[in-house]
């Protein structure tokens, strides 16, 4: 069945757009939720009308993403703390949406799935991050990555298995216990 597409629908497609779905889908979750109208002959001046909205749309989108991103050029450098252990290692790594929080608490509501890393973020310095803001429309910035202040680690003490840990008092060590246990003889 040919539906055209009155929303945006993230795994289907753009508004407007004239797609081809099976008649269940259309009838039972697209139709009754008004995500979609029937492509018929009395629907293409619905579709024209829809795409001269989606036009308008877009290019004002365009216009704001580029304002965005001219804003995030003068930014240059996002400071990001993180929590690092004694050695200066990262516990994990930097995601996402770690950067695009950052970037809220700047003033810039960026979805994390338009940041884009080029590696794994797992040490402490600096990185370059691209951001896709829209269609055409891209920028670039400088991440820093610190060392939280607020987290402190102290140095780490040198992990000891019980099984190699001294016995309490009045305990036989664990060896001495086990030749003991192998010198007397069986009882039958």
Do not use: C, W
């Not at 896709?132 to 040198?158: C, G, I, P, W, Y």
């Amino acid at each position: 069945m040919k539906v055209i597409l009155q929303k945006d629908i993230p795994s289907l497609g753009d508004a407007g757009e004239i797609k081809d779905v099976s008649r269940g889908y259309a009838r039972n979750f697209l139709l009754p939720r008004k995500l979609v109208v029937v492509a018929n002959a009395g629907s293409s001046r619905a579709l024209e009308h829809q795409k001269k909205l989606i036009a308008r749309k877009a290019e004002k989108r365009h216009a704001e993403m580029q304002k965005v991103a001219a804003q995030i050029q003068e930014l240059k450098t996002l400071e990001l703390p993180v929590r690092v252990g004694a050695r200066g290692k990262l516990f994990g790594s930097v995601t996402t949406m770690q950067i695009a929080q950052a970037l809220a608490d700047k003033g810039f509501a960026i979805d994390k799935r338009k940041i884009e890393l080029t590696d794994k973020i797992r040490n402490l310095g600096n990185y370059n991050v691209k951001l896709r803001l829209a269609e055409k429309v891209t920028a670039s910035m400088q991440l820093q990555v610190v060392q939280d202040a607020n987290f402190a680690v102290e140095e780490e003490e040198e992990y000891v298995p019980p099984s190699a840990a001294a016995p309490e008092e009045g305990e036989a060590p664990a060896a001495d216990a086990a030749a003991e246990a192998s010198e007397t003889p069986a009882e039958a």
